[in-house]
């Protein structure tokens, strides 16, 4: 071998073995005033290092503490269901929550509109997101109602309810659609009464077919606003519930990027919704664990605030009235059956008794499909499949008994619970509150996934443990109808089990156990700081705690100034 080879060949291992030393044996101390761990061997501590890779190297106590930081410290939390894009739409929108009228409703529509004067036309509508008709006195909004304000005639405006599970819009919408407008629509809701201008459900599709395409880079836009806003409240992780295959590719191109600040466990969605397309489904995982798809979203009804969950009984405020499926119990098993057997945790959305029903059936049958002959025990087979019902929101007592027994997840928002309590009970009747509906402490051993839904409802997860730990809401403070008690408190859980939904619970369910959700040796380097020991104060002070710093992967995303 010549001098020069033997040189070169030198050069190149000693190139690989400092790129292997700087890569992964050189560290950065971290010391803080106390470091909940969440982990077995190491619960509490003070200081931890962290390899260039992102990874927790080493997780130790130090009687040094000159160069503590001040703050207590936690794994980065995870939203167990969110929606990352419309989040970031959100952001860019109108904000309707707590508008208390539908004059109110054109006010915020029309100051937005003097920031935006370029927006309201046929190739950028006019989005916003939060009203409610139970702020209009009951009765469903109309496009008449939009056109009732000068500065709003003509405009393309659409609006999601707070569920997002109806929209309403205006009359220059309603001319963009096909004539006459169908009597019924399967799954869905097209509102008449007091006038048009309200589509639920599976009748949305009428209305957003018409929309015009986003951009990507707007959508670059929303996906960098949403993050740095999840950042801000300590989220480190997200399961998005139902990404369409196009930003599937999009969540691709900007992985791993500067912007791409939380993990992202995102669930496929079809572009045509409760379907069946694996020519556009493609199973991701980075590297560095920023991006991840295993898993598809379904869904079996629509929301209990329109109406939309499907109820083995009719509700008690309309009489005759059970709700819409989304899809038929067969379609939805088949559904399931098909996506299970390429290899995807399936996750179903059902809100109504009928739709858990439905959806407990469709996994069951999924189990028996993908389970092998000699894996005769289902709950065994779903401890690999991980089979979801995300929101878990009103079951029937026989099939939470199923649920035990089949081990499926619940993916649960515990502030659900708290925006729903004022009218739950009108829905449903005293009854099915009290044996169906919004369950956590029955369902506990269940390991059950927590978040939000946002932005259905707001993504701070400290809001969410506040609401899953008293029941009351963390806007208010209060229970049902201002009450200082908490709503149905038998159903509370403790601080620890609510901060194990947004942490391991949530890492468990996309598959990263080990990995998330923890502080310890291996890790990812994701923690937030916070301003003082959630498991030790009192629990009305989770409404007052500060997120100081959040970090991902070893860097700082977020410091609060």
Sequence with gaps: MSTFRAYSLFSIISALITRYVWTYLSTTEHCYTQITTLSGTKSQVNCFTVSRSGHFKSVYAKTDLHATQDGYVLPGLWDGHGHILQYGEMLHSVDLFQSSSKTEVCKRIVDYLDIHPDEGNASSWIRGMGWDQA????????????????????????????????????????????KPLPDHVAGGEIVREPGLGVFCDNAMDLVTSVFPEVSRAKKAQWLSSAMAGLNSVGIVGVHDAG????????????????????????????????????????KVSTPDGMLSVRSVKLFADGALGSWG????????????????????????????????????????????????????????????????????????CQEKARFRIEHSQIIHPDDQARMHNLGIIPSIQPTHATSDMEYAEDRLGQQRIKTEAYRMRSLSDLQFILGSDFPVEPPPPLEGIFAAVTRRSPRTGRGRGGKETGWHTEEAISVKEAL???????????????????????????????????????????????VKETWVGGKKVFQRK
């Design 309 to 380: 969950s499907a109820m083995l009984e009719p509700y008690n405020d309309r009489p005759g009235e059970r709700g819409s499926l989304l899809v038929n119990s067969s379609t939805l098993t088949n559904l399931a059956t098909s996506w299970a057997g390429l290899g995807y945790q399936v996750n179903i959305h059902a809100i109504g008794d009928l739709a858990n029903r439905n959806a407990i059936d469709a996994l069951t049958a999924a189990l028996k499909a993908v389970c092998s002959e000699q894996d005769t025990d289902l709950k065994a």
């Design 500 to 546: 194990l939904g947004f942490t391991q619970n949530a890492a468990r369910g996309a598959f990263l156990e080990g990995r998330a959700g923890l502080i310890q040796e291996g890790a990812f380097a994701d923690w937030i700081v916070l301003d003082r020991n959630i498991l030790q104060i009192p629990t009305d002070e989770l409404r007052e705690v500060i």
């Design 135 to 178: 702020a209009f006195g009951g009765v469903m909004p109309t496009a008449a109602d939009l056109e009732a304000d000068v500065k709003l005639q003509g405009k393309y405006i659409m609006l999601d309810r707070v569920d997002v599970h109806c929209i309403w819009v205006s009359q220059a919408v309603l001319n963009l659609l096909s």
């Design 243 to 282: 990404v369409k295959p196009d930003n599937i590719e999009l969540y691709l191109e900007k992985a791993g990027g500067r912007d791409w600040t939380v993990r992202v466990y995102a669930m496929l969605a079809c572009s045509v919704g409760n379907s069946f397309c694996p020519q556009s489904a493609r």
